[in-house]
């Protein structure tokens, strides 16, 4: 979809901000603490969208296009490239943003009782079961459209000029 690195940027910062602020807010609800919304909430926001587009661009992209590139897939179908590409992502960001959020949680209010491996692994679980289809069908869709219609028009446009 992007072809160069400004498009890259460009196309991860608005993924992961849609990621992230879905994300975020599903996981304020199933732990309970939407009521409990503050600027510390918000920081921690912040600081996952950060780490996200961190994790996006420098380490979880690059592995899924490796990846991508080495499956035995018919590139002649776009959709086969894209469910890979999706599958590859949302797997490598849930497993290393549920780590993220094991650490905030732990920081803030502590594991109660929990292992630290069972904890990960039921927030792992959880994640997963909305990251997947939110990036399928909702997110993955729309940002590759505003992507295109938005930013790949103009930046085709300027060139031209």
């Known amino acids: 979809m992007p072809t160069n690195k400004k498009e890259g940027l460009i196309f991860g910062i608005m993924m992961c901000f849609g990621m ?3 994300m975020s807010i599903y996981n304020l609800l199933i732990n309970g603490t939407i009521g409990s ?3 510390t909430t ?16 420098f380490i979880v992209g690059p592995l899924a296009k490796t990846i991508t ?7 002649s179908k776009k959709v ?3 469910l890979t590409m999706t599958t590859c992502m949302v797997t490598g960001m849930v497993l290393l ?3 993220f959020g094991l650490a905030a949680s732990a920081l803030s209010h502590g594991l109660s009782g929990t292992s630290i491996l069972n904890a990960y692994m039921m927030i792992v679980l959880k994640n997963f079961i909305l990251a997947y289809p939110l990036q ?13 219609k938005f930013v790949k028009g103009k930046m085709t446009a300027a ?3």
């Open 42 to 57: 918000i920081f921690e926001l912040v600081i996952g969208f950060i780490i996200a587009l961190v994790l996006d661009l």
């Open 80 to 82: 086969y490239v894209i």
């Open 136 to 148: 399928l069908l909702i997110m993955g869709p729309l940002v590759r459209g505003i992507f295109v």
């Open 37 to 39: 919304f503050s600027i």
């Open 20 to 22: 992230v602020f879905i």
């Open 159 to 161: 060139a031209a000029n």
């Open 69 to 75: 590139a080495k499956l035995p897939i018919d590139r």
């Open 97 to 99: 943003m549920s780590a």
